[in-house]
Every structure is written in structure tokens, then in C-alpha cells.
């Protein structure tokens, strides 16, 4: 492949990675968040190293990482989870409460680093279909994704101070992070019915154009009402 066609194909699958990944660097926002400060950036380079493995295998076994569709039924399962957990809480956490997590959250760093890995190869079996589809050339689809990968990385760091400066803003990331399980859910299922059971007709499909729209309309309504000011402040 020439040097000029090569180019071209990293920064296609770049964009695409980006476009494709805006709930995948909200996911690790809410996922690290309940760290101390000094352990959230040390859980994403730990996150950064997983997913550069864990892609670089996932694209070398293309079509063995798209049997493992059960991937994608536990990592839906387990953001729907995190998103109910957080917006319908039993109990609001207060000040003393918010301590308590971040302590306890310290104590299962490494829990959060295998899950945010782990979630990470559910979001690439659809990265993977993507890219390969684009590119044979493994150096130029490697390089695309990790360079995507890098900046879904910085963007979650920056989401994470978004998030302590406006809290309102937790719940939208929250929400984005339901979706995006529901997403992945029905997605795992899709490849289960086809895969394990072999019944395509039983598949729930959810179009990448729909699941973009509705994204996109929760951070812009969401955002709406994250930075509005709230009554009596200055």
C-alpha cells in the first residue's frame, strides 16, 4: 500500500474510531470517577495499555473475537447496571457518603482497571467489523486504532473534570453510559441469535444511525441542563 492511500486510511479510521467511541470515552469517565484523584489518571494509562493489547489481539483474531458475543451481553448488562445504580439510587450520597466510595473505590482499583478492559473488548467487536472493513494492511488499521484509542483516553480525562466542575453533568454521563449498554446488549444478543442459536429472526437491531442520534441528543439536551444555573446561584 502506498504511503498516501496508507494516510488516508489512518485518518478515516481515526474519525471513525472517534465517532464511534463518543459513549465508549463517557463509559470511562463515570468508571474511574469514583477514584481519588491521584489514582484516576494511573487507572486510564493502565486502561490505555489493556486496550492496545486487547485490540491488537482482537483484530489478529477478527473471526474468532466475533463468536465471543457473550462479551458484549455482560459489559450491556453491567453499564445498564451502572447507569440504574446511579441514577436511581436508594439512598442520595451526601459528602460523608462521597468519601466513603472513593475510599472504598481505591481499595478495588484493580476491579475498575479489569473492568474498564473488559468493557473495552465489548466496545471493540463492532470497532473491529468497522475497520477491517476498511483496510487489510494490520500496521495501517493498528495505527488508526491507537490513535483513536489515545484520544478517547485524553477525551475521558477531560470528560472527568467537565464532570467535577458541573455535577450535573455526572447524570448525563450516566445516561449515555444506559444507552450505550442497551446498545451493547442488543448487539450481543444480535450475535447470539445468529451465532449460538441461529435464529437471525429472533435479533433486536439498533442502527449505528439511530444509536448516534439519540446520543447525540442526550449531550446536547443534557448539556443544556448541566450548565444552566441553578436557581439563587451566581
Known amino acids: 500500500m502506498e504511503f498516501g492511500s496508507a494516510f488516508a486510511a489512518i ?3 481515526v474519525a471513525l474510531e472517534a465517532v464511534l467511541s463518543v459513549d465508549n470515552a463517557m463509559v470511562l469517565a463515570v468508571m474511574v470517577r469514583p477514584l481519588p484523584e491521584h489514582l484516576r489518571s494511573r487507572a486510564l494509562l493502565y486502561g490505555i495499555i489493556g486496550a492496545y493489547v ?5 483484530l489478529l483474531f477478527a473471526t474468532v473475537i466475533l463468536q465471543i458475543w ?12 451502572l447507569a440504574a445504580n446511579h441514577l436511581f439510587p436508594h439512598k442520595p450520597p451526601g459528602i460523608s457518603d462521597q468519601t466513603r466510595i472513593q475510599q472504598e473505590a481505591a481499595k478495588s482499583f484493580w476491579r475498575i482497571v479489569i473492568m474498564i478492559n473488559v468493557v473495552d473488548l465489548a466496545f471493540a467487536v463492532d470497532s473491529v467489523l468497522v475497520v477491517v472493513a476498511l483496510s487489510r494492511e494490520f500496521w495501517v488499521i493498528f495505527t488508526g486504532v491507537a490513535i483513536g484509542i489515545l484520544l478517547i483516553r ?10 467535577e466542575r458541573y455535577p ?11 444507552w450505550a449498554g442497551l446498545k451493547l446488549l442488543l448487539e450481543g444478543w444480535e450475535h447470539g441469535s445468529e451465532v449460538w442459536l441461529h435464529r437471525p429472526e429472533l435479533a433486536l437491531h439498533l442502527s449505528q444511525a439511530f444509536f448516534l442520534s439519540v446520543t447525540f441528543a442526550i449531550l446536547v439536551f443534557g448539556g443544556l441542563w448541566a450548565f444552566r444555573r441553578t436557581p439563587g446561584a451566581r
Open 11 to 13: 485518518l478515516i479510521i
Open 168 to 178: 450535573r453533568l455526572e447524570a448525563v454521563a450516566y445516561a449515555v453510559v444506559g
Open 154 to 163: 485524553l477525551a475521558a480525562g477531560i470528560m472527568v473534570t467537565f464532570i
Open 54 to 58: 486487547l485490540r491488537g489481539l482482537a
Open 70 to 81: 457473550w462479551i458484549q451481553l455482560l459489559g450491556g448488562l453491567y453499564l445498564m447496571y
